[in-house]
Nanobody
Framework: QVQLVESGGGSVQAGASLRLSCVAS????????MAWFRQIPGKAREFVAS????????PYADSVKGRFTISRDNAKNAIYLQMDDLKPEDTAVYYC??????????WGPGTQVTVSS
């Protein structure tokens, strides 16, 4: 079973950049499709971006397309989310998820991103 830990969140002003990291331990990392989701209080968890095991497929939510970039390093058991031109509406807790079947069944504890105007 894989364990996930996110890092890299923080408080920034609009227009700034942040890079989130997610490191996995346990399991066979290369077999998992990975993703970033985000959630604000009172709302459902929202898909941000995902990446296939070989990095060939990287779909994004329309709200972040062109500003965020997902990547992975299978040698380091890690994925990343480069977030540029951050907006106040990007404020949320960001979660890393791993999928080895039809659903994302493994989650990290999350990292807070706060963007002020």
């Amino acid at each position: 079973q894989v364990q996930l830990v996110e890092s890299g969140g923080g408080s920034v002003q609009a227009g700034a950049s942040l890079r989130l990291s997610c490191v996995a331990s346990g399991g066979e990392f290369i077999t998992y499709s990975m993703a970033w989701f985000r959630q604000i209080p009172g709302k459902a968890r929202e898909f941000v971006a995902s990446i296939s095991w070989n990095s060939r497929s990287t779909p994004y939510a329309d709200s972040v397309k062109g500003r965020f970039t997902i990547s992975r390093d299978n040698a380091k058991n890690a994925i990343y989310l480069q977030m540029d031109d951050l907006k106040p509406e990007d404020t949320a807790v960001y979660y890393c998820g791993a999928r080895d079947g039809l659903e994302y069944g493994y989650w990290g504890p999350g990292t807070q991103v706060t963007v002020s105007s």
